[in-house]
């Protein structure tokens, strides 16, 4: 069930298990401000599919989206965003790196203490 892997977060979510969800992929957990309605009957006659549908609607409130802006960047933004980004990763290469020991180095001084 869509619904259900969406709000527990899995990995794997089966969009193509059903016609219904494979159209609804972009809104149901995509880039869209999705509003759900649970329309439940106050009939007696009714009551395992209003049951249905409130456990439906309960799951379905599970459901978390992170809508954002899409925009059409020109060369120079796009540009600028990929030279952020790669200032971004070399600092962050450069500071891993710091914590890392070059075996070349270990052998080096290792050689040197026995002279």
């Known amino acids: ?3 259900a892997a969406l709000a527990e977060k899995r990995k794997h979510i089966p969009y193509r298990d059903s016609k219904l969800t494979r159209l609804l992929e972009d809104s149901l957990g995509g880039n869209c401000k999705t509003t759900m309605l649970a329309t439940v009957s106050p009939a007696s006659d009714s009551i395992h599919e209003t049951i249905s549908t409130l456990k439906f609607a309960t799951r379905a409130k599970k459901v978390t989206n992170a809508p954002r802006v899409n925009e059409d960047l020109d060369q120079k933004s796009l540009l600028r965003k990929y030279e952020k980004e790669l ?3 070399r600092s962050e290469l450069e500071e891993r790196s710091k ?3 070059d075996s070349r180095r270990l052998l080096e001084l290792d050689e040197r203490r026995r002279q």
Do not use: G
Request: no cysteine; net charge positive; charged share 20%.
């Open 87 to 89: 200032r971004k990763l």
């Open 99 to 101: 914590h890392v020991v």
């Open 1 to 3: 069930n869509v619904i």
